[in-house]
C-alpha cells in the first residue's frame, strides 16, 4: 500500500485546512488509518484515527472537537479537516496505515505503511 497525503500549507490562526490521504496498490485489504504529526525536536504525537468501516473514530485531546476524520473508501481516501487551527498545530503531518488496527488509534508501532507527510504551518 502507497499512502500519499496533500493538503499542507499556511493559513492563519483560526482557519482550516483539508488533508487527505490517497491510498493505492492493494487497497482491496480493511486498514485503518491514523494520522500523526511532528516537529522538530519533539516526537510523533498522535492526532487523529479512523477503522475501516469508518464507524470508529478517535482523537487525540489536543484536536478534539476542532479536528474530523473521515474517510471514503470508493476513492481510497481519507480526510482529515482542521478547523480552528492554533499556531500549536504547526507540524509535519503524516497519514499511516494498519491491519491491526487498536483501540484508541494510538499504537504507531501498528501502522506498517507511512505517507511522505505534508507540511501544515499556522501563523499567528
Known amino acids: 500500500v502507497q499512502l500519499q497525503a496533500s493538503g499542507g500549507g499556511l493559513v492563519q490562526a483560526g482557519g482550516s485546512l483539508r488533508l487527505s490521504c490517497a491510498a493505492s496498490?492493494?487497497?482491496?485489504?480493511?486498514?485503518?488509518v491514523g494520522w500523526f504529526r511532528q516537529t522538530p525536536g519533539k516526537e510523533r504525537e498522535f492526532v487523529a484515527a479512523?477503522?475501516?468501516?469508518?464507524?470508529?473514530?478517535y482523537y487525540a485531546d489536543s484536536v478534539k472537537a476542532r479536528f474530523t476524520i473521515s474517510r471514503d473508501n470508493a476513492k481510497n481516501t481519507v480526510y482529515l479537516q482542521m478547523n480552528s487551527l492554533k499556531p500549536e498545530d504547526t507540524a509535519v503531518y503524516y497519514c499511516?496505515?494498519?491491519?491491526?488496527?487498536?483501540?484508541?488509534?494510538?499504537?504507531?508501532?501498528?501502522?506498517?505503511?507511512w505517507g511522505q507527510g505534508t507540511l501544515v504551518t499556522v501563523s499567528s
Open positions: 479512523i477503522s475501516w468501516s469508518g464507524g470508529s473514530t
Open positions: 496498490g492493494r487497497t482491496s485489504s480493511s486498514y485503518a
Open positions: 499511516a496505515a494498519t491491519r491491526a488496527f487498536c483501540t484508541g488509534g494510538n499504537c504507531p508501532e501498528r501502522y506498517n505503511y
